[in-house]
């Protein structure tokens, strides 16, 4: 069954500024992963949501994905999205190490 | 100012074919920079091959059981493997690269195991079985341990020529959206197929043609566009799990049952029992399983356009005997297995999967542009019109010889300086989307380009579906270059901009393809023409090859190197001559 979720995005220009949440309309079913949502979000809704996606494997294995859904850290790629919940809240995994809205310096070179 | 750095050899790629190549050229003495688009180490397609749990590395079955593998092929031979590997590409092979590839293969498999590999199993006669990701790490350790530097995140744009030389690369840094120029001797193209521009792939986002799209615009050349394979039974629903080719895995283990929407099976309605035999057990089912379920799909598909892999009626204990015989899946894939335990199915279909076709090299694994090499999955010639052997041992063995070859090259060669005008002039190309008023998104003509690659460049094929893309192609690279705007002016990971770079490799190569596709009117290896169904033995025993002549693209006929097999002739259904060449095996 399909129904349309709230989703409250983090959006943040950068490392050190101030951020807020956006919230997005994005029909869900009981199979939906945060990746697809995010997807979602990108293609239908708004184009300039940063989130990691250039090189991506979704399906869990290069663990590039991670962001904080409900205040957990997840794979967005394998993490399903509760369906009756009410908002769900997504965040980058550390707001110290924002690159800009979810992407955060995951620590690599 | 740009940033800059000077090299002698600079790998693009950091799957297995980019490091194996970057541990030759510095093994060589040379200095060596590894980029990735994405994560090092953690991105491009080797990351998911096996879905982590059983990459395997093949090398013929007496070198392997040589090597302390009782159970390998012991009576196998290089020479027989060869043939296998000629017949299976349906002859269209550079019967060179083969040599090399069957010659070779022994050697990187052993320095895997001396390096520390683990291996899991023995996959067959021929192949041990390795996670992808520890094969990664493997060939990392040493890369680092070789001094070979490398950098996360940062996309090559375009090769940089200076008088017909190589003289390095445009990158840009993706998260801050700043530009590179790298000078180097030598460049290796490993960047692997371009799996994802297709919407239902079993590859990682990052892979997009880059390799070959700028090998392209370079001026090099390439060959057999037409031929990509299509993985059967990778997952389409339930979503979360699409791309995954755990069920692939499963059906040529021998295990469960392919149905259509009715609840049919179907396969052996396509090929006779003892094909299907041969499809089961062996990676021929990636061309023949993926035959079957494309027709099936036509016909009886469900609402989803895929069909439904199930294990119902399995007793629990072949399901505790898969978790013995497949080590790494009950704990990698463990709700996908109680999925199937519990009677439900995984509904699959045939994912865009390895692409034979690409960029043409010699036995130096040099293109034709002087200075740039290419290694592994985005070259082309060594499968012929179908690949059954394993990637993994082509990117380690291309990966070796183009290290080696660009590292003896740059060696005997000055830097080159880049020329500036022509870097401004790729900077401003690139800048076009940021001032632009246009009306078109990326996401608008991504999805477009998807739609049509699915539709008529997937593995049925047809000249009105073939000309459909050639004609939209070309007003695509025109909307490309005045019309696309991104909502966003940010530099800091702007996807927008980032897949407007990526929309320009994805319109050359499926150019590229489609072209090839539409010049080849028969049905060979994976490439099937509806209105061709024949296999042409005495007309099309031919390759394609492409290249950029000034702003127009020239196709052009070239003879298949033959070192050993002779070709066949005769012309014959696609089906039927499967069938004489499967009956080899039986």
């Not at chain 2, 059906?251 to 009715?262: I, P, R």
């Not at chain 2, 994912?351 to 542009?369: L, S």
């Not at chain 2, 579906?465 to 004609?471: A, I, K, S, W, Y």
Request: proline share 3%; with cysteine; charged share 25%.
């Amino acid at each position: 069954m399909r129904k349309t979720v709230k989703i409250s995005c983090y959006r943040a220009e950068g490392p050190g500024t101030q951020g807020r949440f956006q919230e997005y309309d994005v029909p869900v079913d009981s199979e939906t992963s945060l990746q697809d949502v995010l997807m979602y979000i990108s293609e239908n809704l708004d184009p300039t949501l940063a989130f990691f996606k250039h090189a991506a494997c979704r399906q869990g294995i290069c663990g590039q994905c991670t962001v904080k859904l409900n205040g957990k850290a997840c794979l967005a790629c394998v993490a399903l999205v509760p369906v009756d919940s009410g908002t769900v809240t997504v965040e980058p995994v550390s707001r110290e190490r924002v690159i800009r809205d979810l992407l955060c310096n995951l620590g690599g070179s | 100012m740009d940033e800059k750095r000077v090299v002698d050899v600079l790998v693009i790629g950091s799957g297995g074919a980019g490091l194996r190549a970057a541990i030759e050229a510095a093994a060589a003495g040379c200095s060596t920079l590894v980029l990735s688009k994405g994560k090092v180490n953690r991105s491009g397609a080797t990351l998911l091959a096996g879905a982590n749990i059983s990459a395997d590395v093949e090398c013929d079955g007496n070198s392997l059981y040589n090597m302390g593998f009782p159970e390998a092929g012991k009576d196998d031979s290089k020479d027989a493997w060869f043939e296998e590997i000629v017949h299976q590409g349906m002859f269209l092979n550079n019967q060179k690269l083969v040599e090399i590839y069957v010659d070779d293969a022994p050697d990187r498999v052993r320095e895997l195991i001396d390096w520390g590999v683990k291996v899991s199993r023995l996959e067959s006669e021929r192949g041990i079985s390795i996670s992808s990701r520890e094969l990664l790490d493997v060939l990392m350790r040493k890369v680092t341990e070789s001094g070979v530097e490398s950098e996360s995140n940062v996309e090559a744009v375009d090769i940089l020529v200076t008088d017909g030389r190589v003289s390095g690369v445009l990158g840009i840094n993706v998260v801050t959206g700043d530009y590179v120029v790298y000078t180097a001797k030598t460049v290796i193209l490993a960047t692997g197929g371009w799996h994802s521009l297709y919407p239902f792939t079993s590859g990682s986002t990052d892979l997009t043609g880059d390799g070959q799209a700028m090998a392209y615009r370079a001026g090099a050349e390439l060959i057999n566009m037409e031929m990509v394979t299509f993985c059967p039974n990778t997952v389409l629903t339930p979503r979360r799990y699409q791309g995954s080719i755990v069920p692939y895995i499963l059906h040529t283990t021998g295990y469960g049952h392919l149905l259509n929407k009715k609840g049919e099976e179907f396969l052996d309605r396509y090929f006779d029992r003892e094909v299907m035999d041969l499809a089961l057990h062996t990676e021929w089912n990636k061309l023949l399983v993926s035959f079957a379920e494309s027709k099936e799909i036509e016909g009886e598909g469900t609402e989803n356009g895929g069909l439904y892999f199930s294990m119902k009626h399995c007793p629990n204990e072949v399901f505790e005997r898969i978790g013995q015989e497949i080590p790494g899946l009950k704990q990698s894939y463990q709700d996908m297995m109680d999925r199937l335990e519990s009677g439900y199915s995984l509904e699959v279909a045939p994912g865009a999967e390895y692409f034979e076709g690409g960029i043409k090299v010699n036995e130096k694994y040099e293109t034709t542009v002087p200075g740039l090499y290419a290694a592994g999955e985005c070259t082309g010639g060594t499968f012929g019109s179908n690949r059954v052997s394993a990637a993994t041992t082509e990117m380690l063995v291309q990966g070796f010889r183009a290290g080696k070859y660009a590292a003896e090259a740059a060696k005997q060669s000055d830097v080159v300086k880049v020329n500036e005008i022509e870097v401004d002039r790729l900077k401003e190309l690139l800048e076009v989307p940021f001032e632009s008023r246009g009306a078109t998104t990326p996401a608008s003509l991504r999805k477009e380009m998807g739609d049509m690659a699915a539709k008529y460049v997937s593995l049925l094929r047809t000249a009105e579906g073939l000309r459909v893309v050639g004609d939209r192609v070309r007003e695509i690279r025109d909307v490309l270059r005045t019309d696309v705007a991104l909502s966003s002016k940010t530099r800091v990971y702007n996807l927008e901009w980032l897949e407007y770079m990526t929309l320009r490799n994805l319109v050359d190569v499926l150019e590229m393809s489609a072209g090839s596709a539409a010049i080849r009117t028969e049905s060979r290896g994976v490439h099937y023409r509806d209105d061709y169904p024949y296999t042409d033995n005495d007309n099309w025993l031919k390759c394609i090859t492409v290249a950029r002549d000034g702003d127009i693209i020239r196709f052009r006929f070239e003879p298949v190197v033959v070192t050993r097999t002779t070709h066949p002739s005769g012309r014959s259904l696609y089906q039927e001559y499967i069938k004489s060449l499967a009956a080899k095996y039986v």
